[in-house]
């Protein structure tokens, strides 16, 4: 069953015209600036592309991308977007078709990088879901990895501190979307800081990536053996002993996904659901008949997820 929400503005509490105008960002979080690198007008607003320096992932460069809606002012409620593997900040932007919804709502977007790039870590680019473009999200502690790869400060602390220093956004009207691996984080990122994100959603999720090829190989990588410590980057584990505000979270999940109808399901929307009637945590599951897990069932019901924020950050 497709589910929708009307959307209401929030333009009324944005207060003044945003300044678009600015080549560098102020970053907080590591005292340097964020170089514009790209702009470009959409449905009345303005797609943002930056690039900077990040204290937090070992001094490496990192680029991601903002969207603000037209008159977006002081308050503007913003909705996080975690990509998945193989993905960059600029999939999403090119492929999702969210700009549309977002300016008629009212509400910006923050689309980050997936991963460090550049390390130079042996292995880092040898494989499509471990190490560049496959940050899954988690702080790394292992030897090798645990200076560059700490996707989860960068999202929850850095990315945000370096937003507040310029962009009029809100920092208490939040919420957390993301695809594949992004969904995986959104989650767990939600879970994790209970106050902090209004709502949380997802398409096509990792849900309880402890139990699956994927997680094993990451976690495994990044964290070490100890699968006791893995816990703390699953969504079905964290679901156990969740007990803060209700987190309205939503899941689309297509039936002709390979990853989730194929040999091995790596998804497992159903222990999401599992855990969530166990825990009594509200959950909205949707199975979309015959859509896989590509960006052409993200645009089709990007506008449901967005629209489902806004009401929840109303």
């Known amino acids: 069953m497709i589910r929708s929400f009307a959307c209401r503005s929030l333009r009324a509490c944005h207060g003044n015209k945003a300044v678009f105008g600015h080549n560098a960002l102020r970053a907080m979080s590591t005292g340097g600036t964020a170089e514009k690198i790209g702009e470009n007008v959409c449905f009345g607003g303005q797609v ?86 496959a940050g899954f999200y988690v702080n790394a502690t292992t030897e090798d990895w645990k200076k560059n790869y700490r996707m989860y400060d960068y999202v929850v602390k850095e990315l945000p501190e ?39 959603s997802a398409f096509a999720p990792i849900c309880n990536p402890t139990q699956v090829p994927w997680g094993e190989k990451a976690f495994s990588g990044y964290l070490g053996d100890d699968r006791e410590a893995w816990k703390e980057y699953d969504a079905c584990e964290l679901i156990k002993k969740y007990s803060g505000p209700n987190l309205h979270l939503y899941v689309d999940q297509g039936t002709a996904d390979n990853f989730f109808s194929g040999d091995v399901n790596q998804l497992q929307p159903d222990a999401l659901k599992e855990a969530c009637e166990k825990a009594g945590i509200p959950l909205t599951l949707h199975l979309r008949e015959g859509y896989d897990h590509s960006y052409f069932f993200m645009a089709t019901f990007i506008d449901d997820h967005i629209a489902h924020h806004v009401k929840c950050m109303a």
């Not at 943002?48 to 990192?62: A, E, I, N, W």
């Not at 900040?89 to 991963?115: I, Y």
């Not at 009029?168 to 989650?187: C, E, F, Q, V, W």
């Open 162 to 200: 370096l937003l507040a220093s310029q962009f009029p956004m809100s920092t208490d009207k939040i919420s957390i979307m993301g695809h594949s691996m992004g969904g995986h984080g959104a989650l767990t990122i939600a879970l994790k800081n209970p106050g902090a994100y209004k709502s949380a």
């Open 48 to 133: 943002q592309r930056f690039k900077h320096t990040s204290g937090v992932l070992g001094g490496l460069d990192m680029k991601f991308t903002v969207f603000l809606p037209p008159g977006g002012g002081k308050g503007v409620p913003v909705i996080y977007w975690l990509s998945g593997l193989t993905c960059t900040d600029e999939n999403f932007t090119q492929k999702a078709g969210a700009f549309r919804k977002a300016a008629e709502c009212g509400v910006a977007l923050v689309m980050p990088d997936t991963s460090p790039r550049g390390a130079g870590i042996t292995g880092e680019d040898e494989s499509y879901d471990f190490g560049s473009g």
